[in-house]
């Protein structure tokens, strides 16, 4: 006779089956985002499955379906007697305001789109090697790109750079601004929006990005002053700045310690060189918080993995922490690290002279 489960092995299935249902809630978030559900219940109001059906053009059997679970999950509001779905108030600003500063669309993008490589990822377990970045379907990039435009339009200029004085007088006496791995251009359109004395270039691997921070600049009024260009840093630099600026970039790059030189390169000797990455510990065992195994979750989809399938050093989403960051920074030649006393759930971010 088997014996009975421990109570400690129930409370442990009892975590498993709320892992699981969060993953799922999280899938059907993805889709009432990428249908723009959310979008139309905010805007037009409660409807029934056969009404959002009418209002979006899409079919109401699975329409049915998905209010079902996404009400049961906690998102939406569902009566029973009108068989009505609604988006409580409170709720509008995570999953409906794109940019704002609670806005969560991005997450769902980006856990949708870094999960559908999976047999990529089991094969780079099994042979070692990784990912090519053209593996990404394009959710994964645009739920990137959602997430910076985030943080960039709510605290890089307002909280963030008045914590670097010196940045900021650069800039509005009208310094030059290089952004490198500037992706869509969200932090490099910011900061032109801010300072219209300064210069600002935004360079990045891929094309389609930089055709998207082009047409970001022309919408936001800033084309005049932001020069976007596809340029790979590793062969080079297109010349010195007064402000250089990585965000997110340092920890996915095949060879960072090479990264770090030619932004040294690319830094005016008198010049100030920003760099923001993932906020993480000495020892990736001590990491802790709420977006920990978020965190860890992601450097194998995509940061780490990335980086191994270029042959590269495979850092890893919390493979740079300050120790680190002083370390590759001092044999690139820079002088001094200073950490900023910013506290944001996910970024460390650094001013580097050189």
Known sequence: MSQAPSKEAMEFVGKVIGDATGMMAIRLCAIGDRLELFKDLADNGPATSQALADRTGLNERYLREWIYGISLAG????????????????????????????????????????????????????????????????????????????????????????????????????????????????????LAKAFPKASFHGYDLFPENIENARLTAEEEGVSDRVEFEIHDISKGVPGKFDVVATFDLIHDMADPKGGLKALRQACKDDGIYVLMDVDCTDDPADNEGPLAVFKLGASLHFCMTSSLGQGGMGLGTVGLPESKVKEFSSEAGFSSVRRLPIEHPLNALYEIRP
């Not at 990912?131 to 990039?141: E, S, V």
Request: hydrophobic share 35%.
């Open 75 to 190: 998102y939406l509001d569902f009566d029973k007697k009108t068989r009505e779905v609604s988006m409580p108030e409170a709720h509008i600003p995570v999953l409906v305001e794109v940019g704002g500063p609670l806005y969560q669309g991005g997450l769902f993008k980006m856990f949708t789109g870094f999960m559908q490589p999976y047999e990529d990822l089991i094969e780079a377990f099994q042979k070692g090697g990784g990912i090519d970045y053209g593996t990404y379907p394009a959710d994964f990039w645009r739920g990137l790109e959602h997430n910076s435009c985030v943080r960039y339009k709510n605290l890089l200029v307002s909280q963030w750079l008045p914590e670097m004085p010196d940045v900021q007088t650069k800039l509005e006496n009208g310094g030059s601004f290089a952004d490198f791995g500037c992706g869509a251009g969200r932090s490099t359109i910011e």
